[in-house]
């Protein structure tokens, strides 16, 4: 199934018609997962919705759909992008193209203190 915006899509919609094209073109799952959370976020606090959006819609599919994104699903999703919103492809990549650590035993280089221990 190909998702097409409707005309003058911009900004949260945009962003969730980009969720379910990848659900169903990139992933071929249902978009129900998809919907069910964008309502469950409505009713989150500014701040909560605000952070969540910073997340890129590939990342939020592959997560609704269990999928570990393959390079073929990431150059799919760049198509996806292209047509659906091509103003996108000139913001920074997305972190599903960035190196990921090893999955399973690994041991982080150093994690980032944002905020000091109180003690």
């Known amino acids: 199934?190909?998702?097409?915006?409707?005309?003058?899509?911009?900004?949260?919609?945009?962003?969730?018609?980009?969720?379910?094209?990848?659900?169903?073109?990139?992933?071929?799952?249902d978009v129900a997962p998809a919907r069910r959370l964008r309502a469950d976020l409505a009713?989150?606090?500014?701040?909560?919705?605000d952070l969540f959006y910073h997340a890129e819609p590939?990342?939020?599919?592959?997560?609704?759909?269990?999928?570990d994104p393959t390079p073929v699903q990431i150059a799919a999703y760049r198509h996806l992008l292209a047509r659906l919103?091509?103003?996108?492809?000139?913001?920074?990549?997305?972190?599903?193209?960035?190196?990921?650590?090893?999955?399973?035993?690994?041991t982080p280089v150093r994690q980032l203190e944002l905020f000091p221990r109180l003690s």
């Open 85 to 106: 919103a091509p103003q996108a492809l000139a913001a920074p990549r997305p972190s599903s193209d960035m190196p990921q650590p090893p999955r399973g035993n690994h």
């Open 58 to 67: 590939f990342d939020v599919a592959a997560d609704l759909c269990g999928a």
């Open 1 to 29: 199934m190909t998702i097409a915006p409707p005309p003058q899509v911009a900004g949260r919609d945009l962003y969730w018609t980009v969720v379910e094209a990848a659900l169903a073109e990139v992933f071929q799952e």
């Open 43 to 49: 009713a989150a606090p500014a701040a909560e919705q």
